[in-house]
């Protein structure tokens, strides 16, 4: 690859991860609370025992726990990327390897939720599971939203 065609696609990389960045911060995108309280009156419907309640407290407490951990090891990685991007002498291979250690900070915080999801599926009894599914899908929420 041509010298000027890599210059053009870390400009174009560049310009992309400010714009997402910049997204996200204006509170677009992830949710303040890395594991939202998103459906309250969701599992009101799923009258769930206090011993159950208990558990997806906890679960969703360490959940949060470990979302922080990896959510501040990105934060990091987007802030060297700036700083290198900003740098007088910039260094094209150190962009690419800084971009190349977001994406599977990205793909360990899905693991996380979906990890956290089953967890949950799993406290929960075999009809309320199945209660539960019929409300997340009239309510369009659960994986792939």
Request: hydrophobic share 45%; aromatic share 4%.
């Amino acid at each position: 690859m041509s010298r000027g065609y890599l210059s053009a696609g870390i400009t174009a990389l560049a310009a992309l991860l400010l714009a997402s960045t910049a997204y996200a911060q204006n509170g677009h995108g992830q949710s303040a609370d890395p594991v939202p309280d998103e459906t309250p009156e969701l599992w009101s419907r799923l009258d769930l025992t206090r011993a159950q309640q208990a558990r997806i407290r906890a679960l969703r407490a360490e959940a949060r726990q470990a979302e922080a951990e990896v959510r501040e090891e990105a934060r990091q990685t987007r802030a060297r990327l700036r700083a290198a991007w900003r740098s007088d002498q910039r260094d094209e291979a150190a962009l690419l390897a800084e971009y190349a250690e977001l994406q599977p900070l990205r793909q360990r915080l899905r693991v996380l939720r979906e990890e956290l999801r089953i967890a949950i599926a799993e406290i929960l009894s075999h009809d309320q599971r199945a209660q539960l599914a019929a409300l997340e899908a009239a309510e369009g929420a659960g994986t792939g939203r």
